[in-house]
């Protein structure tokens, strides 16, 4: 081992570069970094940069690239301290929920980051966001995987972005911070999930599952949604599961026949439903008005307080563990990894 930590490029703004048809991802990063760190880099832990081949752009992730990741991470896993995964912003959320449930409790550090403005550029929270990346991933033991952005340790399955125009781009809206990266650090190690005994460690490949492609859906619920939407998600065999992502507590268009029966035939049709609040804060409570409370004997599964992210990449998880509609209601209302408040559950 040459290095302490590998860096890890999928792409992003944080290693684009300016091109005729705007920001692209670009290689060449290991340059670019140093370059930017400048006499910091004394300071910070050694580090070699791989970038997987292609660089995209994240709105283009999918879920096999959550696997290709972990592949990656499996081959050098012996070989680094830690790792720092650099992933574009827009779809950061899916990836670090995706990891943690493919990862769980890590025995090394598996921390992603990336910025707002490309590293290099007139006032790019780049070199913070990677510079703090590197120290945590070196000095601390974080058994979650996390994103480090804007000064914040966050837990990955509990993020969202809730910026396209600010540094601070990304919240935790219903959980504490794992850190805080002001003049002095601070780590909340009580807020992690609890390591995993030495003598109980997987072996890291057999965090390498294969996803189904289009296996679950997003519904949000709208005043007049068109019925084509509902028989669309019911005909679609690679179909298995959906997020109904519904109104305040988890309340539905319970006087909509046409959505009632929808919710019927997914039930027939063993497609499992997760209830998902459309709040950015708080959470689901079924029972709590009667436009709900039908949910849970129509075999609805409450999300608590997850994020869509979350509760996305849980269901893709799950389905591609190999569980099947009736092992996944039971199975659902396990926290896996943090992914929901206990108080919630």
Known sequence: MSSDILILYTGGTIGMVQSEQGLAPASGLQERIELAMGASLESLPSFEVLELNPLIDSANIAPTNWTKLVRVLATHWQDYQGFVILHGTDTM?????????????????????????????????????????????????????????????????????????????????????????????????????????QNTVEPIENAIIRFREGAVAVLTLHPSQPISMYQSLLDDENCQAIVMMTYGAGNVPDRNEQFMNFLTEAMLRKKNIVNLT????????????????????????????????????KLHFLLAKGEDYYSIIEKWHNNLCGEFSISQS
Do not use: W
Request: with cysteine.
């Open 278 to 313: 459309q709040c950015l804060h708080g959470g689901v409570s079924q029972g709590t008005y009667a436009a709900g409370s039908m949910l849970s004997s129509m075999k609805v599964l409450s999300s608590y307080d997850m994020t869509l992210e979350a509760a996305f990449c």
């Open 93 to 197: 959320a899916y990836t670090t929920s995706a990891l943690s449930f493919m990862l769980g409790a890590c025995t090394k550090n598996v921390l992603l980051t990336g910025s707002q403005i490309p590293i290099g550029m007139s006032r790019s929270d780049a070199t913070a966001n990677l510079q703090a990346a590197l120290s945590l991933a070196a000095n601390h033991k974080i058994p979650d995987v996390c994103l480090v952005f804007d000064g914040k340790l966050m837990r990955g399955n509990r993020v969202k972005k809730v910026s396209s125009g600010r540094f601070e781009a990304f919240q935790t809206p219903n959980d504490d911070l794992l850190g805080e990266l002001a003049i002095e650090m601070q780590i909340y190690a009580k807020r992690m999930i609890k390591p995993v005994k």
